[in-house]
C-alpha cells in the first residue's frame, strides 16, 4: 500500500528530522540544486545555461511522485536560477509548486500555510520562515524535498545496501535527456550573451567559497564533501554579482546537507560568513517577468525586471510605455519594476489632474493610467500636432516632483455616433430660409446648416419674398462648422415627398448613394466628400395632383479622410456604418403656391448600429421613383 506524505518544517538549525531520523546506518543519497547548478546523487556538478523546464528526480523506490525544476534569469540574460520546484503526484493526477516566497500552490490553489501541517489529498503541507519541505514514504523509502527559494535539496532514505536507482538530473539522465517540454516555454533553449561585469572578481569569489574548506564546516566533510558545493559557488559567483543573498546560498546548502548527517549545527558559521537563518524573501511574490531582489534604495527587498525581459526597454531608456488611443477612453501602461529601477513608486504617478491617479494590477504589477474625454477628461486639452491634427493631450506627471514623466497623448477621433435632436424648418416672413441641426457628442459642439439659393455662386439666398417658379434651378448648400480639415461632410441620399414626413410612399430620388440621380440630368452634386461643406442643385417642381409643397429630406454624415476615401463616384455603393461618424437628416420645404409657410418638425431617428438608414428617413436601397414631377404643369409662381 502507498503511503504519501508531505510535510514542512523548519528550525533555525535546518534540521528536518529528529535525531532518530539522521541518515545513520542507512543508504542515504543527497540531490542539490541552486543557482544553476545541479550537485546530483554521486556529487557531480552540472549546470543548466538555458530557462526550461527539467525533471529532477524520478525513482522506482517512489513510484508516484516525479520532482521537476523550472529555471529562469534574473539579473543577467546569460545565467539562469532555479525558480520553482514541482510535485506531481502520479495518483490522485495532482502537481504541488513550490516557489519563490514560500508560495505553494495546489494546482492553481494558492495554500495558506502556517507551521502547522494540513491535508490535503493525503499530503501534509505547513510553512515557516526558513523555507518548505515535503517528505513522502514508500515501503522502506523515504523522500525529503525542502525548497527555500533558491535552493532544492531531495533526500532519499532507504535500507542499508539497497540504493535507490534516480533518473533526472539528479541522477544518471544528461541535460537534455532530463529537460521536460510540459514545463518549459517556446524558445527556453535560447542562449543569450551578456555584458561583462566589472565588479566581479573571481580570485575574492574563490576565497569565499573556499570557506567551506575551513571550520566549523570541516567537522561535516567525513559525510559531506565539500568540493562539489565550493565548485559550484565559484562557477556561479565567477559569473554573476554577489547580491541578492546569493553569497550564502552554498555554504546554506552544505550546512543544511551536513544536518541531515550529524546532530550539529556547525556553530558560528553564520557569524564568520555574515548569513541569516530567515529565508531570503520570504512572502515576497513577484510576477512572472519578475524575480525577488534587493532593494539598493532601502535595506528590504523589492520584486526586479527579470534581464529578458527588460533588456529591450532599457535598451531605448523606456519605462515599457504603451498607449492604447481606445477612442474617448484611451489608456496608457507602464512597467512596475521599470518604474522602481529610477525609485518611482506607481502611487506617486497622475494626470494633469491630480485625482486622476495611477493603479497597479495585483498579479503583473502593470501600472496603468487612463482618462475618459467624456465623463472625466482629467485635465486633458486640445491641441493641435505639427502635422494639423487635433490631440487630447495630457501627461503622466511624478508627484514627488511635479515633473512630467512622459507624454499622453491621442489624436481626437470622430467617433461613430448617432444625432438624437429635433430639426424644425421656419419659412416665415423676413427670415433666411435654412434648416439647422446641432450635434453634441464628447467636447465637440457641431452645427450643421442647409441654405438654399437662387445662383450657382451661392450669393442670393432664398427667403419668404422670393419667388420662385417651375423648372428654376436652386442650389442648396449643406454645412458643418468643423474645424477639423481631415473631416468631410458627405450627403448619401436626398429625396423629395409632397408632405413633411420621410416615410411618405409618394418620393422622388434627387441624390443615390452620394451621387446624382442618373435618371435626372438637372440634378448636379458638387464637393461631396471634399471638406466641410457641400452643394447639390435641381430644377424646382411640384407632384402632379398634389399640393405645391415639396419636402426634401437628406441623409449625411461626417466622414474622417485618414480613415477612408470621402469622396463618392457614380459606382460606389453605399457606405456601412462603421466609415460614418454621424448622421444629420434634414427636411425642407419648397412650396409652389402662395399659402402660408409650413413649418415641419422632425426628429431623426438613431441609425442601427452596423445598418442602412432606417427605410423613408434618407433610405434608397435602389433607384426608385414613386411620383414623377409634372413638366407640363402650368408656369406657377411660389415663395419660399
Not at 543577467?76 to 516566497?101: A, K
Not at 512596475?336 to 502611487?347: F, K, M, P
Not at 437628406?554 to 455603393?573: D, G, H, M, R, Y
Request: hydrophobic share 30%; net charge negative; charged share 20%.
Amino acid at each position: 500500500m502507498l503511503r504519501l506524505v508531505v510535510y514542512l518544517t523548519a528550525v533555525l538549525h535546518f534540521s528536518t528530522c529528529g535525531s532518530e531520523e539522521l541518515c545513520q546506518g542507512d543508504q542515504c543519497v543527497l540531490c542539490t540544486v541552486t543557482g544553476p547548478t545541479v550537485i546530483d546523487v554521486h556529487s557531480s556538478v552540472s549546470y543548466i545555461e538555458d530557462r526550461c523546464g527539467y525533471t529532477l528526480m524520478n525513482t522506482s523506490s517512489i513510484p508516484d511522485l516525479l520532482i521537476h525544476a523550472t529555471f529562469k534569469e534574473r539579473r543577467r540574460q546569460d545565467v539562469s536560477f532555479l525558480d520553482s520546484v514541482i510535485l506531481f503526484l502520479v495518483n490522485p493526477g495532482v502537481h504541488i509548486y513550490l516557489e519563490q516566497g514560500g508560495r505553494v500552490q495546489l494546482d492553481n490553489t494558492t495554500m495558506m500555510l502556517n507551521t502547522t501541517a494540513q491535508v490535503v489529498h493525503g499530503v501534509e503541507l505547513s510553512k515557516n520562515k526558513t523555507g518548505v519541505s515535503a517528505k513522502m514514504s514508500h515501503s522502506n523509502y523515504t523522500v525529503t524535498v525542502f525548497f527555500d527559494g533558491y535552493t532544492a535539496q531531495i533526500h532519499i532514505k532507504g535500507p542499508s545496501g539497497q540504493v535507490p536507482f534516480v533518473e533526472g538530473l539528479c541522477g544518471n539522465s544528461s541535460i537534455s535527456e532530463a529537460r521536460s517540454s510540459n514545463y518549459s516555454a517556446s524558445g527556453c533553449e535560447t542562449q543569450y550573451v551578456d555584458t561583462t561585469n566589472s565588479t566581479i572578481d573571481c580570485n575574492k569569489t574563490a576565497e569565499y567559497c573556499n570557506l567551506l574548506k575551513e571550520a566549523p564546516f570541516n567537522t561535516s566533510h567525513s559525510n559531506i564533501k565539500p568540493d562539489p558545493f565550493i565548485t559550484a559557488c565559484n562557477y556561479t559567483l565567477c559569473k554573476y554579482p554577489a547580491v541578492d543573498g546569493l553569497k550564502c546560498q552554498f555554504l546554506e546548502a552544505y550546512a543544511r546537507a551536513s544536518s541531515l548527517y550529524i546532530n550539529d549545527t556547525l556553530a558560528g558559521w553564520r557569524t564568520k560568513a555574515n548569513c541569516y537563518p530567515q529565508a531570503f524573501c520570504q512572502d515576497q511574490f513577484c510576477s512572472a517577468h519578475e524575480f525577488c531582489g534587493d532593494n539598493s534604495t532601502s535595506n528590504g527587498t523589492r520584486c526586479h525586471c527579470r534581464a529578458i525581459f527588460a533588456s529591450p526597454y532599457r535598451s531605448q531608456n523606456s519605462l515599457g510605455y504603451s498607449v492604447v488611443c481606445n477612442g474617448t477612453s484611451p489608456y496608457a501602461t507602464l512597467v512596475g519594476c521599470l518604474l522602481e529601477d529610477r525609485n518611482i513608486h506607481y502611487t506617486e504617478l497622475h494626470l494633469y489632474d491630480s485625482s486622476c491617479r495611477a493603479e497597479q494590477d495585483n498579479v503583473t504589477h502593470m501600472v496603468t493610467i487612463a482618462f475618459d474625454t467624456e465623463a472625466n477628461p482629467c485635465g486633458t486639452m486640445i491641441k493641435m500636432s505639427n502635422d494639423s491634427q487635433f490631440m487630447n493631450k495630457n501627461g503622466i506627471m511624478v508627484s514627488s516632483n511635479n515633473e512630467e514623466l512622459l507624454d499622453f497623448s491621442c489624436p481626437i477621433v470622430i467617433p461613430d455616433i448617432s444625432f438624437n435632436f429635433s430639426m424644425e424648418i421656419k419659412i416665415k416672413d423676413n427670415t433666411n430660409s435654412s434648416t439647422v441641426a446641432y450635434a453634441t457628442f464628447g467636447y465637440w459642439n457641431t452645427t450643421v446648416t442647409m441654405k438654399a439659393y437662387s445662383d450657382p455662386d451661392r450669393t442670393q439666398a432664398v427667403d419668404a419674398n422670393s419667388t420662385l417658379h417651375l423648372n428654376q434651378k436652386i442650389w442648396f448648400e449643406l454645412k458643418a462648422d468643423i474645424l477639423d480639415d481631415q473631416v468631410a461632410l458627405v450627403t448619401h441620399s436626398c429625396y423629395a415627398t409632397n408632405e413633411p414626413s420621410p416615410n411618405s410612399s409618394l418620393r422622388y430620388n434627387l441624390i443615390i448613394d452620394s451621387c446624382a440621380n442618373p435618371a435626372d440630368n438637372t440634378v448636379t452634386v458638387e464637393g461631396n466628400g471634399e471638406s466641410a461643406s457641400n452643394y447639390f442643385s435641381f430644377k424646382m417642381f411640384h407632384f402632379s395632383g398634389k399640393s405645391g409643397d415639396v419636402f426634401l429630406h437628406c441623409s449625411i454624415s461626417l466622414c474622417v479622410k485618414a480613415n477612408e476615401t470621402c469622396t463618392p463616384t457614380q459606382t460606389v455603393a453605399r457606405r456601412e456604418e462603421d466609415s460614418r461618424v454621424g448622421e444629420v437628416r434634414a427636411v425642407r420645404n419648397v412650396r409652389s403656391d402662395r399659402r402660408a409657410p409650413a413649418e415641419p418638425s422632425v426628429a431623426p431617428t438613431a441609425r442601427p448600429p452596423g445598418g442602412r438608414p432606417p427605410q423613408g428617413l434618407g433610405a434608397v436601397p435602389e433607384r426608385h421613383q414613386t411620383g414623377a414631377p409634372d413638366a407640363q404643369a402650368p408656369a406657377s409662381v411660389a415663395p419660399l
